[in-house]
């Protein structure tokens, strides 16, 4: 089973349906719902729990979990969803190929000079930025090299249950690197140089500059929407599938992501043979 089906799977599992059988003994401190979500995500290998603790996913749940739900929530009113089932979307906020959350803290023996020496050293053009600070009701962000400098993304904001307008943008790469200085950046690469290419001039085209200049002449507002065929309105992980999907000819790159709302975790799993993402580390 491919990534992206397995992904599918998942989403589509009921969790907490009868019959499920709590397998974790829960701290008093930590609630029924906590760990029975946790647990869900354990039996689903989606949670490692030596990468993952209780603890950790708990104080997520507090501190980001919860509050972005409701968010979520807020934006999308007619499409009622579970709590559990969103966290299934979102992947519980861990990244497939390395069950890693996105909101671990940055805790490095590298300093964050050498740390950023490396980032900057590491990414081109093409290059898929993942990370944990996110927008408008989805776990983490993301976003696409245009050039081996410049990164092209839509970072959202507040106000953005009712649109956020010329959200759209680029900046350097060490630029990003300062804004999420604290938080992990993972990078992942398509392992075609030219097809990755190909993607990232799309983006720029349709996100930024039809001729690819230096001046930003295309404005887009930020909102999610289940429609992939449009670029306006638009979010960040969106953004990056398009790029990969349109711009890139007749090569299977990715599959149909269809309707839906694309989370920034589930991006590598629509991702075709032999074009399946590389992780090039997190910085």
Request: aromatic content about 12%; proline content about 4%; overall charge positive.
């Amino acid at each position: 089973m491919e990534l992206g089906q397995l992904f599918l799977f998942v989403v589509l599992l009921v969790v907490g349906s009868h019959g499920f059988e709590e397998d974790l003994e829960a701290n008093d401190a930590v609630s029924n719902q906590t760990a029975t979500a946790y647990s869900a995500g354990v039996r689903m290998g989606i949670i490692n729990p030596e990468k993952y603790s209780l603890r950790t996913f708990e104080q997520h749940e507090r501190d980001i979990f919860k509050d972005t739900y409701r968010e979520y929530l807020s934006l999308n009113g007619n499409q009622t969803i579970s709590y559990q089932n969103w966290l299934l979307m979102n992947n519980y906020g861990i990244l497939f190929d390395t069950q890693e959350s996105m909101f671990q803290r940055k805790i490095s023996k590298r300093s964050t000079a050498d740390n950023k020496r490396r980032f900057v050293n590491t990414v081109r053009k093409g290059d898929i930025l993942i990370t944990g600070r996110g927008s408008g009701g989805l776990l983490g962000h993301a976003a696409i090299m245009t050039t081996d400098t410049w990164v092209l993304e839509m970072p959202g904001g507040k106000g953005w249950q009712n649109g956020i307008p010329d959200n759209n943008r680029q900046i350097t790469k060490h630029k990003w690197f300062d804004i999420h200085a604290s938080d992990w950046t993972t990078v992942y690469r398509c392992p075609d140089a030219g097809i990755a290419s190909q993607a990232a001039r799309w983006a720029d085209r349709k996100y930024y500059n039809p001729n690819e200049g230096s001046t930003k002449t295309i404005h887009i507002t930020y909102a999610l929407t289940t429609n992939f065929q449009t670029t306006n309105p638009s979010y960040c992980s969106k953004l990056v599938l398009q790029a990969y999907y349109y711009g890139t000819g007749s090569n299977k790159v990715i599959r149909n992501p269809g309707n839906a709302i694309i989370v920034p975790t589930s991006i590598p799993t629509y991702f075709l043979r032999p074009y399946w993402l590389t992780n090039k580390g997190k910085f």
